[in-house]
C-alpha cells in the first residue's frame, strides 16, 4: 500500500473525522464538498476536531499541523486529481450516491480506489457507477473516530483482493482496527447491531411512550452504559436517520412518520445534534452526564 493522497467526498459529521484522522496520521487530504457554505461548516468542523485530537492524543503540534495541512474544493475533478483513495460519505440516499459515482468515474484517475463510508447501503448497489467495480468497495467508521476506532471493510462480489488488502493497510495507517466481512450485509456488524436498538427507541420516542431523557435514563440505569440512545443520536446527527427514515418511508408508512417528527422537532429547529450545540440535548455540558442524571427521575 502506498497511498499518499487521500479525498473524502462529503464533509459532514463522519467526513470531517475521516478527513482529520487521515491527515493527523500523514497523509495528504483534500475535502470535497459541494458548495461554499459546506466547506465553510467543514471549516469550523475541524477547527473543533483540531482542539480534540490535540486533547486526546496530547499532542496539539500534530493537531495543528493536520488542520494546516488540509485542502477544500468545491470542483470535484480538482479534489480527486492526486487521489490514490476516495472515501464517499455523502448523505445517506440512493440518488445522491448514485450520480455521486456516475461523476466520479469520469474525472477519477485510473488508479484511484473508491471506498464508500455509507452506513446501511451496499456496494452492489452502486458498483455499476462507478466505472471501476474492481477498484470499488465499502469501508465504514464509527462516531468519534480517533477513540473508536473501528473500520469496516465491506466488498461487493466484483471487488478484486488486491484493493481489500491495500484498504485494510490504509485503515491501519490511520490508526484504525480493519474488520474485513466475508460477504455483504447491510449496516455491517456495528450497525446491524446498533439501527434495530435506535430505531426501538426512536419507536417509543414517536409514539408518545416516553420522552427521550426518561428512555436514555431506563437504558443506562438497565445497563450500565454510558449513553443512552438519544445520545447517541446527538452524536450521529440528525441527518443520517432523517435521510434513513426518508428512504424507508417508500414502503413503510411507519417510518414517514418518524422522518416527519425528526425534520419538526429537530431539524427545522437547528437542533442538529453535538455539532450545532444541540439536539435531544443541550452541549458542551448535557443532562446525561450529570452525575445526579441517574439519581432521580
Not at 138 to 157: G, K
Not at 288 to 294: K, Q, R, S, V, W
Request: no cysteine.
Amino acid at each position: 500500500m502506498n497511498f499518499k493522497n487521500v479525498t473524502i467526498a462529503g464533509s459532514g459529521v463522519l467526513g470531517s473525522q475521516i478527513a482529520f484522522q487521515s491527515a493527523f496520521f500523514g497523509f495528504n487530504v483534500s475535502v470535497y464538498d459541494i458548495n461554499d457554505g459546506a466547506i465553510e461548516a467543514a471549516k469550523t468542523r475541524m477547527e473543533s476536531l483540531k482542539a480534540t485530537y490535540g486533547e486526546y492524543f496530547n499532542d496539539t503540534e500534530k493537531a495543528e499541523k493536520a488542520f494546516a495541512s488540509l485542502t477544500y474544493y468545491t470542483d470535484l475533478t480538482q479534489a480527486v486529481k492526486d487521489a490514490d483513495i476516495i472515501v464517499e460519505a455523502v448523505p445517506e440516499r440512493i440518488e445522491i450516491k448514485q450520480s455521486f459515482y456516475e461523476n466520479l468515474g469520469k474525472v477519477a484517475p485510473e488508479k484511484t480506489i473508491f471506498a464508500s463510508n455509507s452506513s446501511t447501503l451496499l456496494p452492489s448497489q452502486f458498483a455499476q457507477f462507478t466505472g471501476r467495480p474492481e477498484k470499488f468497495l465499502a469501508l465504514h467508521f464509527a462516531n468519534s473516530i480517533w477513540q473508536n476506532n473501528t473500520a469496516e471493510v465491506m466488498v461487493h462480489p466484483g471487488t478484486e483482493e488486491q484493493y481489500v488488502e491495500q484498504v485494510a493497510d490504509f485503515a491501519r495507517a490511520i490508526n484504525m482496527i480493519p474488520f474485513v466481512l466475508k460477504k455483504e450485509q447491510p449496516g455491517y456488524i456495528l450497525n446491524t447491531l446498533l439501527v434495530p436498538f435506535l430505531s426501538a427507541a426512536m419507536e417509543l420516542w414517536v409514539k408518545d411512550i416516553a420522552d427521550p431523557q426518561t428512555i436514555d435514563k431506563n437504558w443506562m440505569i438497565s445497563t450500565g452504559a454510558p449513553r443512552g440512545p438519544f445520545a447517541i443520536y446527538d452524536v450521529v446527527g440528525m441527518e443520517t436517520p432523517y435521510n434513513l427514515n426518508l428512504m424507508r418511508a417508500e414502503k413503510d408508512p411507519a417510518a414517514k412518520i418518524v422522518a416527519e417528527k425528526i425534520k419538526r422537532e429537530m431539524i427545522d429547529q437547528g437542533k442538529m445534534g453535538i455539532s450545532t450545540g444541540e439536539g435531544f440535548y443541550k452541549y458542551p455540558n448535557p443532562a446525561y452526564m450529570d452525575p445526579d442524571f441517574l439519581k432521580s427521575n
